[in-house]
């Protein structure tokens, strides 16, 4: 009963229309109520206490670093280098949207960052050389949740602190995914591109060209070298390497590119603002309704429910899975993360199912939730910016969450894919 008010209500308010964050408050309050109590003291002590974490200081900082990158043309430059590299080749040019992907990946965090950044500067490129638009733009939308993937990540800096495990080895686990996602892109993006007929090959760079993109955009690309390297030798951590993220990315694009003026420095500034707060309350609104589902007792009573499954850990995450892909379809990752994940870890356990490898799996399908209607977040920024209509992004997309989902049951059926790297790099 408790699980049904508290389901209930979160989904009522947010059917209404009501925020996210406010429907956390709301379901909780409902919960407070359906158990004889209720003090406000309560709900403003486990807001502040939910905000006041220090991992989440790498959240600002990360994305901080991202809008300077963007605003500083390192991820311009990373695209040309790409550009140069394969844009000569038939398909060059999603070839280049999938390196960009993953060369973004590393340096945001961020799916719906890098969505719009990749949209604004290859769908030009792609429509002039006469890809087909929808296509091309579901391609840049499956590229973009790649970001949540790669380290560093902000979606499993949020699942570290909701599910109380390690930051940094979740950083490390979604590399080879992160790399997987891009070779499936890959895969299916050099299927379509044979079907082709219309399209305009950009000529063949030089090799003098091609030194030269890359001598611009070295900056650029020594930043997830000095990030993955530093967390792998334990030189800093997740929180310590979004400061070292930040920093650099201010630096090289203020001293070195010298992009960002005084007035481009106060909108990055704005934006990551803006970005922060909501992401932070959405975090502390979530801390009130953990608090009220550990009072409530709500991860015994799933743990009854699924006990069955629970000595059939594969059956379990199949079952989990396709929960996360239904939720998915409604909801954004940040709170899926911020209400299931407190919620499921104690099952996760129970079943004896690696937390890292878990907290992977559940970030790669919730990422694909951005894919999917009604809400996708991803589909919205790529149809927006990219011009194009929301009917032809979906239909664009489709082989690629298709393909992602068949992923996704690869690492189900066989978990070394994430464990084995994950041991190795650890």
Known sequence: MDVLIFVGTLLGFMAFGIPIAFALILSAIALMFHLSFFDPQIIVQNMLTGADNFSLMAVPLFILAGEAMNAGGMSRRMVFMATTLVGHIKGGVGYV?????????????????????????????????????SRSTGLIAAGGIIAPIIPPSISFIIFGVAANISVTKLFIAGIVPGLLMGLTLTAVWAYSARRSTSVTMAPKESGAVRL?????????????????GGLRGGIFTPTEAGAVAAAYALFVSVFVYREITLRTLYLVLVNT?????????????????SYMITLADLPTQLIDLLGPLTDSPTLLMFCIVILLTLIGTSM?????????????????????????YFGVIFVIVGCAGLLTPPVGTVLNVVSSVARVRMEEVIKGVTP???????????????????????????
């Open 97 to 133: 949207a999938i390196m960009a992907s993953i060369l973004l990946a590393a340096l945001s965090g961020s799916a719906v960052a890098d969505a719009a950044a990749l949209a604004a500067l290859l769908v030009p490129m792609l429509r002039d050389q006469g890809y087909d638009m």
């Open 212 to 228: 030269k993109a890359f001598r611009d955009s070295l900056w650029a690309l020594m930043l997830p070298i000095i990030i993955i």
């Open 273 to 289: 603002a803006k970005t922060t707060s909501i992401v932070m309350y959405l975090v502390a609104a979530a801390l009130v309704a």
């Open 332 to 356: 954004d990752l940040t709170p899926t993360i911020l209400i299931l994940a407190p919620v499921l870890m104690p099952v996760i356990e129970k079943a004896g199912i690696d937390p890292t």
């Open 400 to 426: 690629y969450v298709i393909a992602y989902t068949l992923l996704v049951a690869l690492m189900i059926i066989f978990p070394q894919i994430v464990l084995v790297p994950l041991d190795w790099f650890y």
